[in-house]
């Protein structure tokens, strides 16, 4: 039960990142911003929010205990938590779950911008995801789950690709 209840205190945890990005979809909406891949972004949301129902219902009902591998996904989680918390603070007015472009967006050249392509997907999505996996080892729920959003967030990096270098010449 313990598991659950921490995987529970995990997803509180996001709550804070949820009001930051509405507060900046209405903001970028109401400059003239244009959202991109709407329905895309729609099913990453509904499958990782799966994922963590999933993976908590999974902990309750196996009564999951506490291991190693609790350890290493709380780790894995605070390592995707940090870099969030960078992205957010580095993109700041622009940062939002779905994929926008404001009028007024500048294109953002920080170390980690210059070094890591999409650091939000690849150092905080999937790792908060493998994070959560590992501390409710729900591995017949997150696997297939799993595949499925890396096919969608594949679909996004993509997409998100394309508009970048439509919108900034230097990108």
């Keep these: 039960m313990m598991i659950g209840i921490i995987l529970i205190l995990l997803c509180m945890i996001r709550v804070p990142s949820a009001m930051i990005s509405a507060r900046n979809e209405k903001q970028i909406k109401a400059n003239g911003g244009v959202e991109y891949g709407m329905n895309n972004s729609k099913l990453l949301i509904a499958v990782q929010g799966l994922i963590y129902l999933g993976c908590i219902i999974y902990a309750f009902v196996y009564d999951v205990q506490f291991s190693w591998l609790t350890i290493v996904g709380l780790l894995v989680y605070l390592f995707s938590l940090v ?40 150092m905080n999505i999937i790792p908060e995801l493998i994070g959560f996996a590992l501390i409710s080892q729900a591995w017949i729920v997150f696997i297939p789950l799993f595949i499925l959003h890396l096919i969608t967030l594949i679909n996004r990096i993509s997409l998100e690709e394309k508009v970048m270098k439509q919108t900034f010449q230097q990108y």
């Design 83 to 122: 870099t969030l918390m960078y992205v957010i603070r580095t993109l700041s007015p622009f940062w939002t779950f779905k994929l926008y472009i404001a009028k007024d967006h500048k294109l953002v050249e920080s170390p980690l911008f210059k070094h890591v392509r999409h650091p939000n997907y690849y």
